[in-house]
């Protein structure tokens, strides 16, 4: 029987996976879009 009442299932796992190339910076373009395409809907509506 498990004494570990935090995790039922056992001991934690940590997943790791190497960074994708190129990731932040389309990240930070879309963010930006969206902000840019709200700023100007928003714009219109005043």
């Known amino acids: 029987m498990n004494d570990n009442s ?3 299932q ?3 796992e940590i997943l790791a996976h ?3 190339k190129g ?3 389309v990240l930070i373009a ?3 879009m969206g902000a840019l ?3 100007v809907i928003l714009a ?3």
Do not use: C, S
Request: proline share 14%; charged share 30%.
């Open 10 to 12: 056992g001991e934690n």
């Open 37 to 39: 395409y709200l700023a």
């Open 18 to 20: 190497e960074p994708v």
């Open 23 to 25: 990731y932040r910076p």
């Open 30 to 32: 879309f963010v930006a």
């Open 6 to 8: 935090k995790d039922p």
């Open 44 to 46: 219109r509506t005043l």
